[in-house]
């Protein structure tokens, strides 16, 4: 069961669905986070402090050594829909990800990064829906 929104086209979150196999659960959810930490330029500190974890959980994510579980999926699928959204506003990683380390005034003079680091990734999702209508361009 999928908790949170994806927009068409857009990646969806192999640890929320049921699938046959933990090889393939596994493959998917490595490249889930390695996809996040690449297409947004992520370290596993910002990641971590976005899923409200430690790093090394992360690490432990994606060897299969632990999986994520209620709130740490919750989190992860929010993330997800942020770096889906940042990738379709953008159409390019490194759009997204210049976007994700710059100053943004919506954000009140802090970067996505952070305010994603912060735990609040409702903001930054907030701030690309603003971008995206045009208020803060």
């Given at each position: 069961?999928?908790?949170?929104?994806?927009?068409a086209?857009?990646?969806?979150?192999?640890?929320?669905?049921?699938?046959?196999?933990?090889?393939?659960?596994?493959?998917?959810?490595?490249?889930?986070?390695?996809?996040?930490?690449?297409?947004?330029?992520?370290?596993?500190?910002?990641?971590?402090?976005?899923?409200?974890?430690?790093?090394?959980?992360?690490?432990?994510?994606?060897?299969?050594?632990?999986?994520?579980?209620?709130?740490?999926?919750?989190?992860?699928?929010?993330?997800?829909?942020?770096?889906?959204?940042?990738l379709?506003?953008?159409?390019?990683?490194?759009?997204?990800?210049?976007?994700?380390?710059?100053?943004?005034?919506?954000?009140?003079?802090?970067?996505?990064?952070?305010a994603?680091?912060?735990?609040?990734?409702?903001?930054?999702?907030?701030?690309?829906?603003?971008?995206?209508?045009?208020?803060?361009?």
């Amino acid at each position: 069961m999928v908790t949170g929104q994806y927009r068409a086209g857009s990646h969806s979150c192999p640890c929320l669905t049921r699938r046959k196999g933990a090889l393939m659960a596994l493959k998917d959810l490595k490249a889930e986070i390695d996809g996040l930490k690449q297409d947004l330029g992520l370290s596993n500190d910002v990641l971590a402090g976005a899923l409200k974890v430690d790093a090394r959980t992360i690490e432990r994510w994606r060897t299969g050594v632990s999986f994520p579980q209620h709130e740490g999926r919750a989190r992860l699928d929010a993330f997800l829909t942020v770096r889906a959204h940042a990738l379709d506003t953008f159409n390019t990683a490194e759009a997204a990800r210049t976007w994700m380390h710059t100053n943004n005034r919506y954000l009140g003079g802090m970067t996505p990064e952070n305010a994603a680091q912060a735990g609040r990734l409702d903001r930054v999702e907030a701030a690309l829906t603003a971008l995206d209508a045009g208020l803060f361009i």
